[in-house]
C-alpha cells in the first residue's frame, strides 16, 4: 500500500485517485440493506425461542442439509473464479455479503425451521421459506458486482437466461412461483416428498434472486429504459398483493389448509392446528408486506432522485446556454 500510494505521487507529484469502491445497489441497495438483518434476527433470534418450550423441543433439531452445503461450496467456487476475472476489484462486503448469502440459505434449510417446518408447524416453515426468499436471495443479490452481473450476462447457457428473467417477466414469475406452492396440493407433495421439498427450496432461491435482482441492479435495454422504473414498481407491487392475499387468507381461514399439520402433535400446548396457520399467515403478511413496502419505497426514491438530477442538469445546461 505505502509503495503504491509513494509511487503514484511520484507521478507529476500529484495523488493517485482511490477507485470507487463503493458498495453496490445505489439508492435502493441502501434502504433494502437493513431488511435481511432484520428477517435474519426474527427467524434466527425469536424462532427458537419459541420452540425452546416443551414438547416442542422434542422436534426441534440441527440437521446439515448435505444438498444445500455442496450448492452452497459449488456457487463459492463459481462466485470466487467470476471474481477473480474483474478488471477491477470491488468492495470487499460484496464478497461477505455472498457469504452470509450462502451461510443464510445452508444455515435455513439445516436449522430446526426446516425440521420442525415439514413436521409439526406450519409457522416454522413459514419462517423458513422467508428466511429464503427475503433474507438468503436479498443478500446473494447484493453481493453481486455490477462488472460481475455483465460478465453472467454474457456466459454461453445462464446469459440468456439472466437477459431474459433479470426484468418484469421474472418478478412476476417470482409472485407466481410463490403463490403455486402454497396451493394445498403442491404444498402437501413438497411434505410427503423429499424430491419436491428441495425442488420448492431452490425455486424460492432462485426465483427469489431474480426478484430482487431488477430491484438492486437494473439491467433494462436502453429502449425499453424510459419506463423500466415503472415496471420494476409494478413487480414490487404485484408481489406485495400476492404476499397480502396470501397471508390475510392464511389468517383468516377457518379451516385446516394443510392435513399435515392437522395430524401432527401439538407442541405450542393450546394452540391448535388452525391458529397455527393463523400465526404463520400472519408471519408472511406483515413480514413480507414491510419487505416489499420498503421494496416500492426504495424504488420511487431512486426515481424521485434521478428524475431531480435530470431536472438540474437541464436547468444548468439552459443556464449555461443563455449566459
Known sequence: MVTHMSATRGRGGRRGRRPNRRVAGGPAGAVLAPLPVLAFV????LAPAAVAVAPASLYAHWSLDVGALGWGVAALVAYALLWARLPRRPHPALAVCFVAGVAATVLTLSSPLDTMGESVLLTMHMLEHMALT????????FAIPRGMLQQVRALPLIGPIVNRFW????MVLYSAVVLAWHVPFLYEAALRHEPIHDLEHLSFLLFGVLFWGPVVHPIAPERHRAGAPLRRLAGVL???LVNTVLGSYLFFAQRV???TYAAAPRVWGLIDAR????IAGGCLWVMGDMAYIAAAGALVAAWLGSATGRARGVAADAGSHNS
Not at 426484468?167 to 421474472?170: K, N
Not at 391458529?275 to 393463523?278: E, W, Y
Open 167 to 170: 426484468s418484469l417477466r421474472g
Open 275 to 278: 391458529t397455527d396457520q393463523s
Open 134 to 141: 427475503l433474507v438468503a436471495a436479498l443478500l446473494l443479490v
Open 42 to 45: 426474527l427467524a434466527f433470534v
Open 238 to 240: 404485484l408481489a406485495l
Open 257 to 259: 389448509l394443510y392435513p
